[in-house]
């Protein structure tokens, strides 16, 4: 007996704005799968108006207004049963943060859940690692956003600790991240991974995807600490048009990558990695997860 449902995750960063549909295919005496069916991206960087002013632009309120209505649209479409939309830490700082989820409601019938960066690590923690990593190692599990990055410890298969902190490369690229905020993220990194023999990155985000897709590996190898500094040099070599035209990365990709690149390698320098693991996962994912096995609160479309 075949049952054959499709969940709907929103994912509102500060730097893009996602819709992931996924079907969930039960069969009796078998594992749950989860298939990707399709993932839409529209890059409204949310960040770039709350981490200057404050508040999120009249211009781009109605980007989100008109993304949400296409948004209900294509679940409407594909027949979603559930779905639930998070909004992230451009959301969750902007003073008009929840009059701009009140008129989505109004206006585009879905509603909007703000949720900490705590709530945004475990719900990017719950996604199928199992699948990616080896139960006998310890990994930092470090995903990049436009206004926060999650970090998470996991040790034999398990989540042990997470943090969230205001670094994101939106925020990097506004100049808006303290030297306290780094210290700390380096404080914190060495407290958690040094009681450990050996650590492995495992990177999620948009921009790590990215590279992983250039650098041409197969799925499931790592790529490695010295491959990702060259990287990181050869970019700042260009200049943000150049990254445009002859490196054909999107415009907004083209300035977050440098950024999301500092990041990462700040936490495998921190925490003595040699290696990161792209398992091409992230919040969406999580999401999805979290609607099936009824760890968050979702909503009937």
Not at 82 to 87: G, L, Q, S, T
Not at 218 to 233: A, E, V
């Amino acid at each position: 007996m075949l049952n054959i449902k499709k969940y709907g995750a929103i994912d509102i960063g500060s730097n893009a704005v996602r819709l992931l549909i996924t079907s969930i295919i039960e069969q009796e005496d078998k594992p749950v799968i989860f298939k990707k069916n399709a993932l839409v991206r529209v890059p409204i960087r949310l960040g770039a108006d709350v981490f200057i002013s404050g508040e999120i632009s009249e211009y781009n309120k109605n980007r989100i207004k008109d993304t949400m209505k296409a948004f209900y649209l294509l679940m409407k479409s594909h027949g979603i049963v559930r779905y639930k939309a998070c909004a992230t830490s451009a959301m969750r700082e902007a003073s008009n943060g929840k009059e701009v989820c009140d008129l989505v409601k109004a206006e585009c019938n879905i509603k909007i859940d703000i949720i900490d960066g705590e709530e945004e690590a475990t719900i990017i923690a719950a996604t199928d690692l199992h699948k990616f990593i080896n139960p006998d190692k310890t990994y930092l599990y470090v995903d990049v956003g436009g206004g926060s990055t999650e970090f998470s410890i996991i040790h034999n298969s398990n989540k042990v600790e997470s943090k969230s902190f205001k670094i994101g490369t939106v925020r990097l690229l506004n100049d808006s991240v303290k030297n306290e905020t780094w210290k700390s993220l380096e404080e914190w990194i060495k407290a958690n991974t040094n009681v450990y023999d050996k650590i492995e990155l495992i990177g999620s985000g948009g921009n790590i995807n990215k590279i992983f897709k250039i650098s041409g590996k197969d799925i499931g190898k790592p790529l490695s600490y010295f491959y990702l500094t060259s990287y990181y040099n050869e970019l700042q070599n260009y200049s943000y048009e150049e990254r445009i035209t002859e490196l054909n990365l999107n415009q907004d990709r083209a300035d977050v990558i440098i950024p999301a690149l500092r990041i990462y390698l700040s936490a495998m320098k921190w925490s003595g990695a040699k290696d990161i693991l792209v398992p091409k996962i992230g919040l969406s994912d999580g999401i999805v997860k979290s609607i099936y096995y009824k760890t968050i609160m979702s909503t009937s479309l």
